[in-house]
C-alpha cells in the first residue's frame, strides 16, 4: 500500500509529490521522535549552564563540592569542603591547604630550602566549641615549623590553642615577632598552649636552661618555667639554687621583670616573707578584689587588709594552698623552688 508525502525540494522551483512505501514512514517517523529527544536534552543543558552562570551574579556561592545550603534568611551558602589541596609552584614551594569539618582552614608552606610556615584560621564553630569544653583548640599541624600565624575571629575574643611541639616541658614557649616570649603560653607535652585574640604570629622554642642542681621533678619545672620566660635567673650559668632562700632583692627584680616596674633592688641577704611575696603577686596583677575563704587558717589573725586580699586573690585562683591544711604561715620563708611554683600558678591560672 503506498501514501502520499509532501516533501518541498528545489526542483525547478516545483513542489513535487512523492510516493513512499508504509514501513519508510514508520522509519521517518521514529527518526523525528529522536530529533525531538535529542532537542529537549539540548535545550536543558543549555538551561543548566545558564544557571550556573547566573548564579553569582544573584547572589550564591558555590562550595569547592558543588553544594549548596540555605541559611534562615533564605541566601545559599557554601558548605565547607573537607580534604587538603596541594599546590606546587614554579620555584619549588608547595603549599598545601587543608579545610577541616569544622571549617578551620590550615595551610602549610614548605619552601626550597626546608623553611616551613604555617597559617591557621581557627573557625567560630571551633572556638565556641572549645571554650564551652573549657580546652584549647589543638591545631592540625606539623611540629618543628619555622613559624605559626593563627587567626580567630573576633567574635571568639581570647581564644586558648595547642600548637604541637614534640615533648613541650615548662621550659617549652611561644616567642612573638619582636622576640618576646608570650608569658601565658603553657607547654603540655604534646604542644605549647597559647591564647590568641585576632591574630597571632609566634615561634615554638625551647628555652630551658637545664639547670644540674634541679634534681626533682618540683625544682626542674619550677626552674625550668621560671627561666625560660626571663623572670629568674640562675644563682650560677649552671645552677639555680632550688632551696636556697627567696630574698627581698631577688623578689623585687621578678617583680621589675614581670611588670616593667622599676622596684628598688636591695640585695643585703633579708629573707622574704611568704606574705611579701603573695602581696607582690597580687599588686603586680592590679591587686583585684576577689573572695575567697580563709576561715581555716588559724594563723592569719594579725594579718594586714592587704594581705588578707592577697591571700584571697592567691587561694581562688590556686597560687598558693598552704603549708599545711590550716596555716599558711605568713612569716615564714619559701625557697626559690617554691616562690618560681608560685609565679607559675599565678600565670597558668591566667591572672597575669
Known sequence: ????????GINGGQERLEEFPAEDIYKLKCTERKEKMLMRRILAFVLSVAMVIAFPVMGFAASGSGQMSYDRGGELTPTPTEGTVTTTLSDGTVIETTTEADGTVETVTTKPDGTKDVVVEVSKAAAEAAAKEGKPVK?????????????????????????????????TVAVDENGNVVLTSDGVGSGV??????????????????????TTAFAKR?????????????????????NGTMNTGSLARVINRLTGSSLPVVDNGTAATRAEMIVALWKAVGSPAVTADLSKFTDLEGATADELAAYQWAVANGVIVGTTATTMSPEGSATRAQFATMLMRAVKAQVL
Open 193 to 214: 598552649v597559647v591564647p590568641v585574640t585576632g591574630d597571632t604570629k609566634v615561634t615554638v622554642e625551647n628555652k630551658a636552661v637545664g639547670f644540674t642542681d634541679c
Open 139 to 171: 591545631l592540625d599541624v606539623p611540629a618543628g615549623a619555622d613559624s605559626y600565624t593563627v587567626k580567630v575571629p573576633a567574635s571568639a575574643g581570647k581564644t586558648l590553642v595547642e600548637i604541637p611541639a614534640k615533648n613541650a616541658g615548662a621550659g
Open 1 to 8: 500500500m503506498l501514501y502520499n508525502k509532501s516533501i518541498f
Open 222 to 242: 619550677a626552674a625550668d618555667w621560671a627561666s625560660a620566660r626571663g623572670l629568674m635567673v640562675g644563682t650560677t650559668d649552671t645552677t639555680f639554687t632550688p
